[in-house]
């Protein structure tokens, strides 16, 4: 899937801006026939959540259904155009109605959906535009959703949340990421996929497959520009499918010192004519497992920086450009040089983003908390249709350097996950993701409840761990816990000799609470915290970074354990700084794995 853009064969009508809406609790909207149009005096946001931006009316942990309207008029120039009807991310199942007649689903959030819509719309006039979303989930969707019926039936009241989550972050509901009216010929440029490989010090290779939706008989142009240098071949294609293949000498290699980005023209050609055109940056690097060290262009490179949520105040999860800026420039300031999507896919704005920035990125798709017990045939499919959908969106950014198929299963410490059923699981999800892309490391971040024997660590490049001895476990006790921690660690490296990454580790703190002495919550005990793990991390020759949780401040459902928010940022939910953004900023002004 192609991100959108504006050219001569392809246009782009932004349609966020304010919609109609209304809250469907009891499911009638179908009955009822709201997808022919309807006005409730109620209008909301898009792309925005609506939880904050809708609290008044009773709408901050409304999780169900609800509809989003809007009259929107089609261009008479998209009378000769494929038309498409595209959403960043909804999240996380939706329907569609074009003018009263339904156009189609999707039950996959945080990715984008595309529907043509040409049989519903006449250009020159206008549509409205009718979208039921639903934020409810179950056990076999990604992330896998729970009642409170069966927290209580489990018997685990104290672990209950209001609204029930299996994972410590906001369902938010809504439109998410930008909606949009996409234009391309009839016959036209479906996918690029690029390859890059570093032949020497000078010299680089590109491999690129192209798709096109047709299987005439037409002809591939294909360009490497950078300023007023161009590389240009033309080949034929065969069944829909053509590959190109250029040597760049005197190649700039992409880098987090160096992000430099070439451009990828492609021209598709019937006989003379150019019948459509795409251009897409790209950058040409290497990533590599070596040993125990992650190598970037063939030098060894550690990771430093956090686990993130999009997340802020009133727009929830929803995509709001100065504040990626914002977050962007915070990481460059506290010296930081990448960041897991945990736990989901992030906005393709943020991917193209951190390829301009030079940012490393560990992209994961959702399934968090994956508990096995409910785990089915089904979910495995939607598991795989996550993996499908995000490799295909995030391939050609140079800035994602590994795939997190998962994060934290087992995390209700089920002894039935070790009776093979997992590890079957996870071998087919590893050997699905490694078919679609083997040049990505593949991890999955492992929590304390499933252990040294996870059979994540079985299949994974790379052992994530997501650790919090002296909070959750050994509370304010850093002693004890980094001591347990350091044996733990070598027990694992030991058993699967594989290179460690610390994805999570971190305490909630809160802003202005100080103390003299050890105490949990307080800024100061966030520092030590935070440098007594980096300190042990360091001290391990088969450690490759450190991302600290969180980067900021974020809402979460309600729980005792939470007040609003967890305050594990090193920056408060409005990116004000907490003592221990100042830490890290010194700590990793050093770009290599030093000691402290």
Not at 285 to 298: A, D, F, Q, Y
Request: aromatic share 12%.
């Amino acid at each position: 899937m192609l991100y959108p853009l504006v050219n001569n064969f392809r246009n782009v009508l932004d349609l966020s801006g304010i919609w109609e809406f209304k809250t469907d609790p009891k499911k009638i909207g179908e009955r009822e026939k709201w997808f022919k149009g309807f006005n409730t005096g109620t209008t909301i946001a898009v792309p925005g959540s609506w939880n904050e931006q809708l609290e008044e009316l009773g709408l901050l942990h409304y999780v169900g259904s609800a509809w989003y309207s809007k009259k929107v008029f089609i261009p008479s120039e998209y009378e000769s155009k494929r038309i498409i009807l595209r959403i960043g991310s909804i999240d996380y199942n939706s329907k569609f109605w074009i003018n009263g007649k339904f156009a189609g689903e999707n039950k996959v959030g945080f990715l984008p959906i595309e529907l043509e819509i040409n049989d519903f719309v006449v250009p020159g006039k206008e549509a409205i535009i009718v979208i039921m979303v639903n934020n409810e989930l179950s056990d076999e969707t990604l992330p896998q959703g729970i009642t409170s019926k069966r927290f209580r039936d489990e018997k685990r009241l104290r672990d209950e949340t209001n609204p029930p989550t299996r994972y410590d972050f906001s369902p938010y509901g809504g439109i998410h990421r930008t909606i949009q009216l996409v234009t391309t010929p009839h016959c036209y440029i479906k996918q690029i996929k690029i390859d890059t490989k570093i032949l020497n010090n000078r010299n680089g290779l590109v491999n690129a497959e192209i798709i096109i939706n047709s299987k005439k008989s037409l002809v591939i142009s294909a360009q490497i520009i950078s300023g007023k240098k161009v590389l240009s071949q033309k080949t034929s294609l065969n069944s829909g499918k053509a590959k190109v293949k250029f040597e760049i000498s005197n190649c700039k290699f992409w880098s987090i010192d160096n992000p430099f980005l070439y451009d990828l023209k492609i021209e598709l050609l019937d006989e003379k004519n150019i019948i459509d055109e795409y251009k897409t940056p790209f950058g040409v690097r290497e990533v590599v497992i070596s040993g125990n060290k992650l190598l970037l262009n063939g030098k060894e490179i550690y990771l430093k920086g956090f686990g993130k949520h999009e997340d802020f105040s009133v727009i929830g999860k929803g995509l709001f450009l100065p504040l990626m800026v914002k977050d962007f420039e915070l990481m460059k300031w506290i010296n930081a040089n990448s960041f897991r999507t945990s736990h989901y896919p992030y906005s393709e704005e943020m991917m193209f983003y951190a390829d301009r920035k030079g940012f490393l990125v560990i992209d994961e798709v959702p399934a968090v908390s994956l508990d096995f017990r409910y785990v089915n045939g089904n979910t495995l499919k939607t598991h795989k249709e996550h993996i499908t959908r995000l490799i295909d969106r995030d391939y050609n950014h140079p800035s994602v350097i590994m795939w997190a198929v998962g994060n934290e299963p087992n995390l209700v410490g089920d002894k039935n996950y070790y009776n093979g059923s997992a590890k079957k699981y996870w071998k087919e999800i590893f050997g699905f993701t490694k078919k679609i892309d083997s040049s990505r490391p593949i991890t999955v971040p492992n929590c304390t409840r499933a252990g040294v024997n996870d059979p994540v660590f079985e299949f994974s490049d790379v052992l994530s761990l997501n650790r919090y001895y002296g909070w959750y476990e050994y509370p304010g006790n850093l002693d004890e816990a980094t001591s347990i921690l350091s044996k733990e660690m070598d027990t694992i490296f030991n058993k699967y000799k594989k290179p460690i990454l610390f994805t999570e580790f971190g305490v909630d703190t809160m802003p202005g609470l100080h103390s003299i002495s050890t105490q949990m919550f307080t800024e100061e005990y966030q520092q030590q915290f935070l440098e007594a793990y980096i300190n042990l991390i360091r001290s391990k020759k088969y450690t490759i970074g450190e991302h600290v949780w969180n980067f900021a401040d974020f809402r979460t459902p309600q729980h005792f354990r939470r007040v609003v928010l967890n305050l594990k940022g090193v920056f408060n939910r409005n990116r004000e700084p907490k003592s221990a953004a100042f830490l890290l900023k010194r700590i990793w002004q050093n770009p290599s794995k030093n000691k402290l």
